[in-house]
T-cell receptor, first 118, second 110 residues
Framework: EPEVTQTPSHQVTQMGQEVILRCVPI?????FYWYRQILGQKVEFLVS????????KSEIFDDQFSVERPDGSNFTLKIRSTKLEDSAMYFC????????????????FGPGTRLTVL | DAKTTQPPSMDCAEGRAANLPCNHS???????VYWYRQIHSQGPQYIIH???NNETNEMASLIITEDRKSSTLILPHATLRDTAVYYC???????????FGTGTRLLVSP
């Protein structure tokens, strides 16, 4: 069964450093998402991406964050200058379509990258 | 604002049915109810979704009340591996995000 994959599983970085989290969405999916979950808290939406553009973003997704689909398979989240409060699990998700037919709207999540900022 | 209300925790004996309720009294006509679960800190796992009708798949059944203000996820024969946090979410096809609440922590015991 196709699945979303993410690398690395755990990333440790120093405050102020740039990090890039990588995701490989399910191959026939067109919509991509990033969510995060701070330890003990809710899963929060960050951004959605379609056709090489951001479709929607949350208040959390400020100028320190960026997303990119650098090639036909990868989807990345970059944090330009990490802060202590960026420590969290980051989940990538993908869906076949969005906003049209619910069956194909279903978002499938990857296993996550645990980001630790020291 | 998750706009769904779930009990914080529930217990279930292994082999019995687990019935997890969710209140979504302000749901609009275009919003679907999606259920996910999260085991430890793994990525949320899709379970089932519905709009108006009851739904069943290989994992679970979803019962939606006629007024659509609440729903119940049913795991017919719970196993220890079903121990997880279960999230009832609302999804509006005009937007592209899932809004997660705090969910129900289901503990399945032998």
């Amino acid at each position: 069964e196709p699945e979303v994959t993410q690398t690395p599983s755990h990333q440790v970085t120093q405050m102020g450093q740039e990090v890039i989290l990588r995701c490989v969405p399910i191959s026939n999916h067109l919509y991509f998402y990033w969510y995060r979950q701070i330890l003990g808290q809710k899963v929060e939406f960050l951004v959605s991406f379609y056709n090489n553009e951001i479709s929607e973003k949350s208040e959390i997704f400020d100028d320190q964050f960026s997303v990119e689909r650098p090639d036909g398979s990868n989807f990345t989240l970059k944090i330009r200058s990490t802060k202590l409060e960026d420590s969290a699990m980051y989940f990538c998700a993908s869906s076949e379509v969005s906003g049209r037919v619910a069956e194909r709207d279903t978002q499938y999540f990857g296993p996550g990258t645990r980001l630790t900022v020291l | 604002d998750a706009k769904t209300t779930q009990p914080p925790s529930m217990d279930c004996a292994e082999g019995r049915a687990a019935n997890l309720p969710c209140n979504h009294s302000t749901i609009s006509g275009n919003e679907y109810v999606y259920w996910y679960r999260q085991i430890h800190s793994q990525g949320p796992q899709y379970i089932i979704h519905g709009l108006k009708n009851n739904e069943t798949n290989e994992m679970a059944s979803l019962i939606i009340t006629e007024d659509r203000k609440s729903s119940t996820l049913i795991l017919p024969h719970a196993t220890l591996r079903d121990t997880a946090v279960y999230y009832c979410t609302r999804y509006y096809t005009g937007f592209q995000k899932l809004v997660f609440g705090t969910g129900t922590r289901l503990l399945v015991s032998p």
